[in-house]
């Protein structure tokens, strides 16, 4: 018998911490930190583990790493891409490299992975459960030019990304708007390690001249095989389109250029309370625009019927905020924090 526990990730948008214990093994999957400030999760209740799986580099998924003295030093499991992007050093003894696609052996337990379409290197995780199988998506999208996703195999209990709740809106349609927003120039801001090669492609395409802030150009070099003009703080001019990170302002180009004038912001994440992007967007001196990196709705009815799950967990998400979402699951709908899978 296997059981889930979410240490973190239930009910709200927050660090993804899930444990799986399997067969005498205790697994954890993902080792987020909160994203508000001074939020952090409950590490010190989790224990000894045995493995921790990673399935991106972004911060609500590792962001306590450097905590891993907490939960007993275990060995990671993670692709190349996400330990390259990862802030936090592990030590080589304790990385493991998993593939993007297929299968790899987690302590006698065969895990298969397929690519999440979310992050480069970002994966989801199955294992096979007496119950009859359990999905961890991380974080998923479907919409990615850049990064392809793989179908998810069948499992009674899927564990999904539900970030966005109801939002059942394209990206083609999202893409429009912002392209029309950055008209006459603007700062587009995104985080490290996510969709900056769509955004530099979309702009692109829209016949604009885009710039990047060096990491963006590198992940539009690596994942389009294009080079891209690359722009700094001194270089940076007000009419320019320019691809940043520091999604809300808080690092990266996005965070110097907010102390220059006349530059127009675009943000398009999630954004805590507790960041620089938060007031501007609330005084109308920046503008928030969707930009799809998670499911729509329609994802998750969609993925919940193809891989025939008897129970769905709606991850990342208020539940009560997505009242089409808890119709369409129905008797699927779980929220449990604890349950045999
Ligand atoms: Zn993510």
């Known amino acids: 018998m296997a059981r889930l526990t979410a240490i973190s990730g239930l009910n709200r948008k927050s660090a993804a911490l899930f444990l799986v214990e399997i067969g005498g093994r205790r697994i954890l999957f993902d080792f987020g930190d909160g994203l508000e400030p001074g939020e952090h999760p409950d590490i010190a209740s989790i224990g000894k583990v045995d493995a921790l799986c990673l399935s991106h580099a972004h911060e609500d998924h590792i962001g306590s790493l450097m905590r891993l003295g907490d939960v007993g030093m275990p ?15 592990i030590a080589p003894a304790d990385r493991c490299e998993i593939p993007q696609q297929g299968q ?18 970002g994966v989801w995780f199955h ?11 991380g974080d998923v999208s479907a919409e990615s030019n850049s990064m392809p996703m793989d179908p998810m195999p069948p499992a009674a209990t899927l564990l999904i990304d539900a970030s966005y709740g109801d939002r059942d809106s394209l990206l083609s349609d999202q893409k429009q708007q912002m392209i029309a927003q950055a008209k006459g120039g603007a700062v587009v801001c995104c985080p490290p390690a996510g969709r900056g090669a769509d955004m530099v492609d ?5 016949g604009y001249d885009v710039k990047a802030e060096a990491i963006i150009a590198r992940e ?25 990170t520091g999604s809300n302002g808080e690092e990266g180009l996005s965070a110097a250029l907010l102390q220059r004038e006349g530059f127009r912001f675009l943000f398009s994440s999630h954004v805590p309370k ?6 501007l967007i609330a005084s109308k001196r920046a503008q928030w625009l969707p930009w799809n990196v998670h499911p729509r709705l329609r994802d998750i009815l969609i993925w919940a019927d193809q891989c025939r799950a008897d129970r769905v967990i709606p991850a990342f998400l208020d539940v009560t905020t997505a009242p089409k979402l808890m119709s369409g699951l129905g008797s699927r709908l779980a929220l449990e924090r604890e349950m045999e899978i």
């Open 202 to 206: 979309t702009f692109r395409q829209a």
């Open 127 to 137: 294992l096979p459960t007496d119950l009859g199988g359990f999905i961890y998506s």
């Open 220 to 244: 539009y070099q690596t994942a389009m095989g294009q080079a891209v003009p690359v722009v700094n703080v001194q270089s940076a001019r007000p009419d320019d389109v320019i691809v940043t």
């Open 104 to 121: 790899f052996d987690l302590l006698g337990i065969p895990i298969t992975v397929g690519r999440s379409g979310h992050a480069p290197g």
């Open 75 to 89: 060995p990671v499991f993670a692709t190349r891409r996400c330990f390259d992007d990862s802030p936090a050093s």
């Open 274 to 279: 507790g960041c620089p992007a938060y007031p």
